[in-house]
């Protein structure tokens, strides 16, 4: 039994530094979320959707529901690393009530202020996380302009 609560206590030993690590690197807003992801899903009524891949590999998708010309829930799905999960979901989070005019001039910056601390090494990630959800506008914008 002795062997059980040693393994038990390493996993809690690495758990804890990886927890620790992970704070360091995204602060305490990126870790809650990393930890807690929030609007992260395929959204089956979307008005709206856009998917894109980066130079990292990492990609990206976005889901809008629209009204007025302003999104009204906005979700995201990555493929990418813990960096990517956290700035699609503050990317989703920010967009919402926003008008198309104030999402088309977001930048990974907007993300990165909202966030406070982000790896510099990841930071890339917030502009996927933007630039898609900029395209799922444009591609709103282009079915709108098709069907008037």
């Known amino acids: 039994m002795k062997s059980d609560e040693e393994f038990d206590a390493l996993m809690d030993r690495i758990q804890n530094e990886v927890f620790d690590e992970a ?4 602060g305490e807003k990126g870790f809650e979320r990393w930890r807690n992801p929030k609007y992260c899903g395929a959204m089956d009524d979307a008005d709206c959707q856009a998917q894109l891949q980066g130079s990292c590999g990492d990609g990206m998708e ?3 529901k629209v009204e007025n010309a302003r999104v009204v829930k906005a979700t995201y799905v990555t493929d990418g690393c813990g960096s990517s999960s956290v700035a699609g979901s503050f990317t989703a989070e920010i967009a919402m009530g926003k008008t198309f005019e104030e ?5 990974g910056e907007d993300i990165l202020a909202e966030l406070g601390t982000f790896p510099r090494e990841d930071e890339h990630c917030t502009v996927l996380a933007v630039l898609t959800l900029q395209k799922a506008v444009k591609n709103y ?8």
């Open 23 to 26: 704070k360091e690197s995204l």
């Open 62 to 64: 976005m889901y809008l």
């Open 103 to 107: 999402v088309l001039a977001m930048t």
């Open 141 to 148: 914008l282009d079915e709108w302009a098709a069907s008037h």
